[in-house]
């Protein structure tokens, strides 16, 4: 299976915005680091802080899983091709997400979830993801068509969307607009 240029366009994105965080090219240990930096500052948890060290532990856990999974000539950093490889295989059966991804994906949720609550609504998801570079109107918008005008998207609706981000070749997919950006 190939990937398609629509699929290729929304994994390029989330490499490049929310992965590729130093803008090198490639995704290694040093970009988990700025975004944790980035996610600490964001949400006010000072070293010392347990959210600080929680932070710290998930993040450095999703590093290793994506380093493990996608980087297979083992040089400490993740290529463009290495991270579309891996989505490939993960679009034939997106059944079997792997730990770091699942670690992944319930983290960003957790982030979102601001208020704790057990949703995230468009306030919560537009901070977060405008913190990485889009812009928030454009952020609060996804969030309108990733919820289909719900006020709020739980858990269980976040992971299907997750899922029909990585997977779905369909521009239309309500799961599209997960990472805050309205077209590809």
């Not at 803008?23 to 000072?46: H, M, N, T, Y």
């Not at 289909?148 to 029909?164: C, P, S, T």
């Amino acid at each position: 299976m190939s990937i398609s240029e629509f699929r290729q366009k929304k994994l390029l994105y989330v490499f490049n915005v929310f992965f590729d965080v130093n803008q090198s090219g490639e995704i290694d240990q040093k970009d988990f680091e700025l975004a944790i930096e980035k996610v600490c500052k964001l949400r006010g948890w000072p070293a010392g802080n347990p959210k600080n060290a929680e932070t710290h532990e998930n993040m450095l856990k999703i590093w290793e899983g994506l380093r493990s999974m996608a980087d297979k000539d083992n040089d400490g950093q993740v290529s463009v091709e290495e991270w579309c490889k891996m989505w490939d295989e993960y679009a034939r059966d997106p059944n079997s997400v792997l730990d770091w991804q699942l670690r992944y994906m319930n983290f960003m949720f957790d982030l979102e979830d601001a208020s704790n609550d057990g949703s995230i609504d468009a306030e919560e998801f537009s901070i977060v993801c405008s913190s990485y570079g889009p812009d928030k109107n454009e952020c609060q918008e996804a969030f309108r068509k990733m919820s289909k005008g719900a006020e709020e998207v739980d858990r269980d609706q976040f992971a299907v969307l997750w899922r029909e981000y990585f997977s779905s070749d369909d521009p239309g997919a309500p799961g599209n607009f997960i990472f805050g950006r309205t077209g590809f």
